[in-house]
Structure formats: C-alpha cells, structure tokens
C-alpha cells in the first residue's frame, strides 16, 4: 500500500516505545553480557560475536563490520525495507496511534491499520462462543432460539475430564470450548447475531465460502477447541481436535493476517514466565502435551503447531531464556524421532554455533508428555529433563542404535555419519570433545586402536575446514598410563591453561584461588596469547564481578589478531560449566599441576643432559648434589603427574 508521509509526532513515539532488544532479538540470538546483549551479527559472516545491542542506549554496533544505529536501522538494512514502512509495522506493533502530514490520506492509513483489531475483536467473541458452547445448559441466549443444542458440549467436556483428566482450572485457564456440529452455528453467531462483517469473519479464519452453492460453513465442527494466542495473550487462531473418526484428527485455523504457523508457538504467553525463571524452555508436539504440563506445574512448556520448529520460532523462545536452553521433547516412536529429526535440522545452524543449548528428551516406552504424566508425578517428569542429553549426543545415539560396529557394513555407515556431523561442529573446544567422543566408540573399547580412529576421523574432516589436533582423552590405566600420557609442552600447555583462565573469567568466586595458587607455585602462563589476555585481566579485574567479561572484550578488541587466538574463552558449554561447579578445587589443581609439570620437565631434561657430561670420579661432590637434585626432581613430577588423575581434554 501507499505509505504517506508520516508526522514526526508519530516516527518518535515509536522510537521510544520499540524495544531494540525485543526487536533484534527476533533476528539474533542474543546473550546479556553485563549490561548490553551480544551475538553473531546478521549483516556479515562471523564465528565469535562481535554484534553488540545497548539497551540503556537503544543502539547497536558490530565491531566487526561497523554496522550501527537503532531499531528503525536495523530493520531497514537487514530487510531492505523503506523507513516509513519500517515505522508503520513498529507502529502497529506497539499500538503507537499513527498521524501523517497529509490529513486527507489519515482517514484510509487508519481503516487499514484498524483490520487487525477487529480481527482480534471477533476472534475473541469466537473463543467466547467456543467456551460458552462446552459447557451450554439449555439456558436461552438473549436472542430468540439458542443456537447450540442444550448439553452439546457434554460429550466434548466429558472428553477433556475423563480422557484427558484435565481439571476446571486448566480447562478455563487455556479457555478451551467447543464447536458444536452444525454446519452454519458460529457463522449464524458472529454474522446475524453479532453483526460482523462475513468477509471480515471469513478474514479471520472461521469460515468458508460453500464451493457449490452460495452462503458459507464453519471451518470448525463438532471439535474440542483449544484457543491459540499471541505472545500478547491476544486469540490468533484456533486448534480443532475431533470427538469422532473425522479427520484430520487436529485442524488448524487457516493463515491470516495475525496467525503464522511457522511464527508461533502454542502457550508461550502462559510460558514466558517459566522459560525466564527457569532459564529453559520445553518444546512438545501437540496441546495437549504443553497443557498436561502446565497442569502438573511445569510451566515452561510451549508446543509446535503440527509444523516443523522453524528458526523464528526458536528465536522467539530464545528471548526469555539467558542460558539459550531448549530442550525438545517429541515422542520417542519413529514419527516423534522424526519430528526431532526435523527440528534440529531447521535449528542446526544455530545449535552448531553454540547460539542454543539444545537437548533432546525421549520418554520411556515411547510415550508423549501427556500420556506419561497419567499416573505419574510431576517429579518423575523433571528427572528426566534434567539428564535430557545434548543434542549431539541424541544424534550419536541415533546413529549407533541397533547397529553392531563389529560388522563392516554397520561401521562404515556409523563413521560416515560421524563424520558428517563433526564437519559442522564450528567450535574448536567442542569438535575436540566429540572426536574424542567418537573415537571412544569406534575403538569398541581397544584404547590401542583410539589414535587409529583419531587419525581416521581427522583425515575426512580435515578438507572441508581449519581445526586444531584433539588431544586424546585418556582414561585411568594404572600401569600403563605412564606410558599412553603424551607430556608434551604442545598438548598441555593450551588445556591447563585455558582452563585456569575460562573459571577466572566466569567464576568470580574461585578467582582468589587461582591467584594464590600462581604466586605460590610461582607459574607464569607460557603462551603468548594467554599472558596477553591475563595481563589485561589483571588490569581491569580488581573489585570488578559480572563485569569483567564484558571489559576485558573492550580491551581485547584493539589487539584482533589475540583476540581471535582468545575469544572462545569468553565462552562455556554446558559440560564444563557443570564439571567446574561440581570440582573446581580439583580443577585448579589439576590445571596448576599440568602447568608446572611442564615447566618442571624442562628443568629435569636439562638436569639430565648436564648430569650425563659430570665425571663421578673427576667430580664426585658435585655428581653427588647433582644426584639429590635429579632425585628431588623426579620425585616432584611423579606427584604432579598424581594430582593430575583426571583427563583436562574431556573438560574443554
């Protein structure tokens, strides 16, 4: 449509009103860091994030390519739309009254506007219909004869108790009602009674035009009717379950101007509130699967609408939770293992780059949430979303089910697989887990085959993209540990100290520990780029707490070519999150361990070689010192080599 030129009255109210984080956030994954929000910037490739969003400021940044400005911008350049368009669309999103420099055209800019409201108005009025037809006693309405038979809901209500053993308050609290079966009884509703427009009702989605006669028919008939909001709590649609053999067994509302499958999600308005408090949010199939759970108490459960998760939506869901946690929990049969399957791959992307901890949660014997709540406690149900396992290793399990890696066939179809999934993995930290993971598994055990399978997995990997050698994860081996721990100075260096600088970094309270430790040992970091990122955190960190991240990426970003040897550190996984929790005294000491092993087997190599040129009968005082030292030495490394029992590569 014609857009005319808006009153400035008009462009600064949304200005103030539009929320960049809100606006953004649909666009980006975005992670709050300190005071401001960042993630990987839409307008140019990247791995780290350098997309900076100031909600103090309502203004964004990208260090990277420089992109900036405020939400109208940000709209406007990713897609290349005017500025008045850009305006209006915020405009009806925040309700802002819309006033233009040319009276005459106000009149028509405003009856376009006012169409979502009354589609809003008489989808309303359809759920009020809905509830009041459930549960209808005979009573007449205030027109003449009643429109719905008396006790015509009976049959869905006793479905929603019995079948679905939902209580009074759940029912009134997702305002789920009833389409009786007539072929005309909510268009006779909304249109004679009500007065609506039909094509104004036809808009909305409720009913159709007959094909071969003229008049029209209700989309929905004989169905329990489950309401579908907006995040706004406003009814955008509605889902019709059947009572009998009509299929199909759910039916949406069709597509209208305020209803987009692929843009919302079944009970987020009643959810936000969880996933926030929560930091988690729960993707199931159907309804009644998001409404059982919202029964037993579990309040950040949303569900699909019968589609597949598409990336706007997961970016909706994401803007309530810090931690970007989504766990989905889709049936456990072949059709809800490839609904999973679908929804990972519309999300993948944004999973491989770490922009969300996704999970996967399969109940036992193949049920849905809300045939596995029947009988069970709520309790039974959080267990196993506690240990849902992540994403990457719901794919492995996948490959391996019901495969036996001792038959040729089966292997080489694994491995393929396996090979293909780490091809994608973008982070260094991560791609090394699960190589090493990987491994562990084609190996069946034989750790004397773990560097084959390495070299085997790095040989495909290596021609589609950059990665740094994993350092195998060993496993405790009484005698031959020795023997299998590869001590050089390249594979336990990078770890150790990686480690000591990731729990600094994002755990204020161990820091204290980790700056005794250094001055007691008297350890320095050896790498280049780790002394340069301690050295800036030094500066900064004193009676600095949440903060310190956010600094010391300011700082780091006039030294590009550190800060790309450095960035991943700025950065947790879930493991180790969860590993530097549970242990991190034995962390710090392992760390610390690795550290000083190193540098203690510089020390002792350089012993040996001026040991072996002292003449014991020339000089036998001094090749009798040299004897103590040598001694003292190996026995120093042999306990530092004890307090380090533990394998740092499985925590990285």
Same mark, same amino acid.
């Given at each position: 449509?014609?857009?005319?030129?808006?009153?400035?009255?008009?462009?600064?109210?949304?200005?103030?009103?539009?929320?960049?984080?809100?606006?953004?956030?649909?666009?980006?994954?975005?992670?709050?860091?300190?005071? !401001?929000?960042?993630?990987? &910037?839409?307008?140019?490739?990247?791995?780290?994030?350098?997309?900076?969003?100031?909600?103090?400021?309502?203004?964004?940044? &990208? =260090?990277?390519?420089?992109?900036?400005?405020?939400?109208?911008?940000?709209?406007?350049?990713?897609?290349?739309?005017?500025?008045?368009?850009?305006?209006?669309?915020?405009?009806?999103?925040?309700?802002?009254?819309?006033?233009?420099?040319?009276?005459?055209?106000?009149? @028509?800019?405003?009856?376009?506007?006012?169409?979502?409201?009354?589609?809003?108005?008489?989808?309303?009025?359809?759920?009020?219909?809905?509830?009041?037809?459930?549960?209808?006693?005979?009573?007449?309405?205030?027109?003449?004869?009643?429109?719905?038979? +008396?006790?015509?809901?009976?049959?869905?209500?006793?479905?929603?108790?019995?079948?679905?053993?939902?209580?009074?308050? *759940?029912?009134?609290?997702?305002?789920?009602?009833?389409?009786?079966?007539?072929?005309?009884?909510?268009?006779?509703?909304?249109?004679?009674?009500?007065?609506?427009?039909?094509?104004?009702?036809?808009?909305?989605?409720?009913?159709?035009?007959?094909?071969?006669?003229?008049?029209?028919?209700?989309?929905?008939?004989?169905?329990?009717?489950?309401?579908?909001?907006?995040?706004?709590?406003?009814?955008?649609?509605?889902?019709?379950?059947?009572?009998?053999?009509?299929?199909?067994?759910?039916?949406?509302?069709?597509?209208? @101007?305020? =209803?987009?499958?692929?843009?919302?999600?079944?009970?987020?308005?009643?959810?936000?509130?969880?996933?926030?408090?929560?930091?988690?949010?729960?993707?199931?199939?159907?309804?009644?699967?998001?409404?059982?759970?919202?029964?037993?108490?579990?309040?950040?459960?949303?569900?699909?609408?019968?589609? +597949?998760?598409?990336?706007?939506?997961?970016?909706?869901?994401?803007?309530? *939770?810090?931690?970007?946690?989504?766990?989905?929990? =889709? !049936?456990?049969?072949?059709?809800?293992?490839?609904?999973?399957?679908?929804?990972?791959?519309?999300?993948?992307?944004?999973?491989?780059?770490?922009?969300?901890?996704?999970?996967?949660?399969?109940?036992?014997?193949?049920?849905?949430?809300?045939?596995?709540?029947?009988?069970?406690?709520?309790? /039974?149900?959080?267990?196993?979303?506690?240990?849902?396992?992540?994403?990457?290793?719901?794919?492995?399990?996948?490959?391996?089910?019901?495969?036996?890696?001792?038959? +040729?066939? /089966?292997?080489?179809?694994?491995?393929?697989?396996?090979?293909?999934?780490?091809?994608?993995?973008?982070?260094?930290? *991560?791609?090394?887990?699960?190589?090493?993971?990987?491994?562990?598994?084609?190996?069946?055990?034989?750790?004397?085959?773990?560097?084959?399978?390495?070299?085997?997995?790095?040989?495909?990997?290596?021609?589609?993209?950059?990665?740094?050698?994993?350092?195998?994860?060993?496993?405790?081996?009484?005698?031959?540990?020795?023997?299998?721990?590869?001590?050089?100075?390249?594979?336990?260096?990078?770890?150790?100290?990686?480690?000591?600088?990731?729990?600094?970094?994002?755990?204020?309270?161990?820091?204290?520990?980790?700056?005794?430790?250094?001055?007691?040992?008297?350890?320095?970091?050896?790498?280049?780029?780790?002394? =340069?990122?301690?050295?800036?955190?030094?500066?900064?960190?004193?009676?600095?707490? !949440?903060?310190?991240?956010?600094?010391?990426?300011?700082? &780091?970003?006039?030294?590009?070519?550190?800060?790309?040897?450095?960035?991943?550190?700025?950065?947790?996984?879930?493991?180790?999150?969860? @590993?530097?929790?549970?242990?991190? !005294?034995?962390?710090?000491?392992?760390?610390?361990?690795?550290?000083?092993?190193?540098?203690?087997?510089?020390?002792?190599?350089?012993? &040996?070689?001026?040991?072996?040129?002292?003449?014991?009968?020339?000089?036998?005082?001094?090749?009798?010192?040299?004897?103590?030292?040598?001694?003292?030495?190996?026995?120093?490394?042999?306990?530092?080599?004890?307090?380090?029992?533990?394998?740092?590569?499985?925590?990285?």
């Amino acid at each position: 449509m014609h857009i005319p030129r808006l009153h400035p009255d008009t462009i600064e109210e949304v200005k103030q009103r539009a929320d960049i984080v809100d606006v953004i956030s649909e666009q980006v994954v975005l992670r709050k860091r300190g005071k !401001d929000h960042v993630g990987l &910037c839409p307008f140019h490739s990247e791995k780290s994030p350098s997309f900076t969003v100031s909600q103090t400021k309502q203004m964004y940044y &990208c =260090f990277g390519c420089q992109a900036g400005g405020n939400a109208i911008k940000f709209l406007m350049e990713l897609e290349k739309r005017s500025f008045a368009e850009v305006v209006l669309d915020l405009a009806r999103r925040y309700q802002v009254s819309v006033r233009t420099l040319e009276p005459e055209q106000r009149q @028509e800019l405003q009856r376009q506007l006012s169409l979502r409201e009354q589609l809003y108005e008489v989808l309303a009025a359809a759920a009020q219909f809905y509830q009041h037809a459930l549960r209808y006693n005979g009573q007449k309405r205030p027109s003449e004869a009643p429109l719905v038979e +008396a006790s015509s809901g009976e049959k869905a209500l006793q479905y929603l108790q019995s079948v679905r053993q939902l209580k009074e308050e *759940t029912i009134q609290q997702f305002g789920i009602g009833y389409a009786p079966a007539g072929w005309e009884t909510l268009y006779r509703y909304l249109v004679e009674d009500k007065r609506y427009p039909v094509q104004l009702v036809e808009k909305a989605g409720l009913i159709k035009p007959r094909k071969e006669a003229s008049g029209y028919y209700d989309v929905f008939r004989d169905r329990v009717i489950i309401p579908i909001h907006d995040v706004l709590g406003r009814v955008i649609g509605f889902g019709g379950r059947s009572l009998g053999d009509e299929q199909p067994k759910y039916l949406n509302s069709p597509e209208t @101007e305020v =209803f987009i499958k692929g843009k919302t999600l079944f009970a987020l308005d009643k959810a936000k509130a969880g996933i926030s408090q929560q930091d988690q949010a729960v993707v199931v199939e159907g309804y009644f699967d998001a409404i059982a759970l919202h029964a037993a108490g579990i309040n950040n459960a949303i569900a699909s609408l019968g589609t +597949a998760l598409s990336i706007e939506q997961v970016r909706q869901v994401l803007r309530y *939770t810090d931690s970007k946690q989504l766990v989905l929990n =889709f !049936d456990a049969d072949k059709a809800g293992t490839n609904a999973a399957q679908r929804a990972i791959g519309e999300i993948a992307e944004l999973a491989y780059k770490g922009e969300v901890q996704l999970k996967i949660l399969n109940l036992p014997d193949g049920k849905d949430a809300d045939e596995y709540l029947q009988g069970r406690e709520p309790e /039974d149900y959080r267990q196993l979303l506690a240990k849902a396992p992540l994403w990457l290793d719901w794919q492995i399990q996948q490959m391996t089910k019901e495969r036996d890696l001792k038959q +040729a066939a /089966d292997f080489q179809q694994v491995s393929g697989q396996m090979v293909k999934l780490l091809k994608n993995i973008a982070n260094s930290d *991560t791609l090394n887990y699960y190589i090493s993971h990987c491994d562990e598994i084609l190996s069946l055990g034989d750790t004397r085959l773990i560097s084959l399978r390495v070299e085997n997995l790095l040989t495909q990997i290596a021609p589609t993209r950059a990665f740094r050698k994993p350092t195998p994860v060993i496993k405790q081996q009484p005698v031959e540990r020795q023997q299998s721990l590869d001590k050089s100075e390249s594979n336990l260096l990078p770890i150790a100290e990686a480690l000591l600088l990731q729990i600094y970094l994002h755990y204020p309270v161990y820091r204290g520990a980790i700056v005794d430790v250094l001055d007691e040992r008297d350890l320095q970091f050896s790498l280049s780029h780790h002394r =340069f990122l301690w050295r800036q955190i030094l500066e900064i960190s004193s009676g600095i707490d !949440d903060d310190l991240i956010s600094m010391v990426q300011d700082r &780091c970003l006039e030294f590009p070519e550190e800060m790309s040897l450095v960035s991943h550190l700025f950065h947790l996984n879930e493991k180790t999150q969860k @590993e530097i929790i549970s242990r991190h !005294d034995k962390l710090i000491q392992a760390a610390t361990a690795c550290i000083e092993l190193v540098l203690r087997e510089k020390r002792y190599r350089h012993l &040996c070689e001026v040991f072996e040129q002292i003449d014991p009968e020339a000089e036998p005082e001094k090749w009798e010192s040299y004897c103590k030292i040598f001694y003292q030495e190996k026995q120093q490394l042999q306990e530092l080599d004890r307090q380090r029992q533990f394998s740092l590569a499985e925590l990285l």
